[in-house]
């Protein structure tokens, strides 16, 4: 993957690859800054359009993709996000992987939870982009960082 | 520093937000319109979200905050012109903006804010 650095640790996601999905258009963006955070919205805007999303689906991708990037910065300390699109030949979709190497989530379930926040947030953000999206999965070691991946499909 | 421009009719503070709003801006925002709910003695906040093509939950609890804070100060806040794919996601996302007044377009909204002022 052209300049995607893989995870500081053990990152075997059951999501991915995706079967027999061709993997097009592979691109990584920092997070380290608010400023960021509104390329990314921007960037994922563009991808949907071009993938033909509905109007409601762009939105909620985009705003899961925000969620998630927040907590990439605020909670991980940092880090980055690949973009791709996905082709599996029945269905086109965008896949967004967050990796930070920040301390990690200690207690998912907790963390899942509406309303549960460690920092000064709603707490809606994972549970929340968990529910905007088709796809979600989360990897974390304690320590070692935190690795999300969100995947929308069109719909046909 | 970059800021959102606030604008004052009579007893009305507007506010129309036109950029993708990241957070410290956002922050700036809620700031600016308590410190103007005061020195402008305002009854009324009108903040036009038409444009926003995003509210994601910090951008959500900003507008529950002003709107919490303007109610402390004596000032009633409504949100205008939600787009429907904005509000669908919101309210997946688990944010129904509670206590948050809301009217389709700026003129109902000033209508309501002209309405609650005169009680």
Not at chain 1, 117 to 145: N, Y
Not at chain 2, 44 to 61: C, K, M, N, Q
Request: proline share 3%; charged share 25%; with cysteine.
């Amino acid at each position: 993957m052209s300049g995607y650095s893989a995870p500081a640790f053990e990152f075997n996601p059951s999501l991915l690859p995706v079967g027999g999905a061709m993997v097009q258009q592979s691109q990584s963006l920092p997070l380290h800054s608010d400023e960021h955070v509104v390329m990314l919205r921007k960037v994922v805007r563009e991808r949907s359009i071009e993938l033909q999303f509905g109007l409601v689906d762009q939105t909620k991708l985009i705003t899961a993709a925000s969620e998630i990037a927040r907590n990439t910065l605020k909670y991980g300390g940092g880090g980055e996000v690949r973009l791709q699109n996905l082709d599996t030949g029945a269905k086109v979709g965008v896949c967004l992987t967050f990796v930070d190497d920040g301390p990690g989530i200690v207690d998912m379930e907790r963390a899942m939870t509406d309303g549960y926040t460690s920092g000064g947030g709603l707490g809606l953000g994972l549970g929340g982009a968990r529910r905007l999206v088709d796809d979600f999965e989360i990897c974390t070691q304690p320590g070692k960082g935190t690795a999300v991946i969100l995947i929308k499909w069109k719909r046909c | 520093m970059e800021r959102i421009p606030i604008l004052r009719m009579g007893k009305l503070l507007l506010v129309t937000i036109q950029v993708d709003m990241h957070d410290r801006l956002a922050m700036t925002l809620q700031d600016d319109l308590t410190d103007r709910i005061v020195k402008d003695e305002a009854k009324g906040v009108l903040i036009d979200i038409s444009a926003l093509d995003l509210v994601d939950s910090f951008i959500g609890r900003m507008i529950s905050n002003t709107a919490a804070m303007a109610r402390v100060l004596d000032a009633s806040t409504v949100v205008v012109g939600m787009q429907p794919a904005v509000a669908i996601t919101l309210v997946e996302l688990g944010l129904t903006l509670t206590g948050v007044k809301t009217a389709l377009n700026v003129e109902k909204g000033v209508a309501l804010l002209e309405k609650s002022m005169r009680r």
